[in-house]
């Protein structure tokens, strides 16, 4: 498994360490399961995907919903094909959430209650984000960390399981026992500086604005897709959907999408730094890729031969 913040270059990494061991990359990443939005979801071209089976990009219609604990079957039902034919399943992504579904499981009573539900939705839209935002401080600070404001419906599920249960979220998170032992999965987590990481993202939204990322808003909106959908959660399309409407210009808009990468890229480092993980690399220390996936790739059989 592969893990880290967005733009740390995960996804190269993967193709590479597959072609190493003859692998299969599933995605671990809560926007690129959808299809119609590959540029700004940053799900990787054929080229990129270097001839590398890839699986779970593109296979949803942006209206529909997936929990994390769906996600994490849909993994577990690719790893045993991936297995089947005999390959090895590597698994890449940067969703904090779905890595502990997959990894430890969704907690015992994790129940819904659509009335409660119903109600967070609606102070949401009357209230604004940062009231509910400081609603979850009060209850668990430690998860408020790490939830991003464009991230509606994680916000209020957090709340919702707080009201359901008298619990916040990170004690369930932390009373969780693995679901994948030990000794079957190999973890690594790749991280950088946020001066590594910063410019490397301003470049990428250059680049995917560059592709044709507000042409493919465009289209989800001529199919229907509004601002409520569990997609256009993802970052930036919000911000270009405003630049759409001519409620900020185009400098605006790049500005506000680099903010919020940035934040969430905190967030996803502040996630994975808690996690237990069996290697952990810098790649903002002058490493190269091809010592990083000589490394990834050394500590991993040696792991498989212990």
């Known amino acids: 498994m592969i893990a880290g913040p967005t733009a740390v270059g995960k996804s190269t990494v993967a193709v590479r360490v597959a072609r190493e061991l003859d692998g299969e990359i599933i995605g671990l990443d809560s926007r690129q399961i959808y299809r119609h939005m590959p540029i700004g979801t940053a799900q990787p071209t054929e080229k990129e995907r270097g001839g590398i089976p890839h699986h779970l990009i593109g296979i949803r219609d942006p209206g529909e919903m997936i929990s994390a604990g769906e996600y994490a079957h849909l993994v577990e039902e690719e790893m045993e094909g991936v297995l089947e034919r005999e390959g090895l399943p590597i698994v890449c992504g940067g969703s904090g959430l779905y890595y502990r ?102 470049h990428r939204t250059d680049e995917m604005l560059d592709k044709g990322w507000i042409e493919e808003v ?62 952990k690399l810098d790649l903002s220390e002058s490493r190269s890729l091809d010592d990083t996936v000589a490394t990834i790739v050394g500590e991993f059989k040696t792991f498989g031969s212990s």
Request: with cysteine; net charge neutral.
């Open 218 to 279: 465009q289209s989800l909106v001529e199919m229907g897709v509004d601002q409520k959908s569990h997609p256009v959660g993802s970052l930036g399309y919000r911000e270009i959907m405003a630049y759409l409407d001519g409620a900020m210009n185009r400098d605006e808009m790049v500005d506000r999408i680099n903010i919020q990468t940035r934040q969430y890229a905190r967030k996803q480092l502040k996630w994975f730094d808690r996690e237990k993980m069996n290697l």
């Open 101 to 202: 579904a997959l990894t430890r499981g969704i907690f015992e009573g994790s129940s819904s209650d659509l009335d409660i539900r119903k109600k967070l939705q609606s102070e949401l839209e009357r209230e604004g984000v940062d009231k509910l935002l400081q609603r979850l401080r009060a209850v668990d600070p430690e998860y408020a960390e790490i939830v991003h404001p464009n991230n509606h419906k994680r916000l209020i599920r957090a709340l919702e399981i707080f009201e359901i249960t008298g619990k916040a979220p990170s004690d369930h998170f932390k009373s969780q026992q693995e679901r994948i032992p030990d000794d079957t999965t190999f973890s690594i987590y790749l991280r950088a500086s946020r001066n590594f990481l910063e410019p490397r993202i301003c």
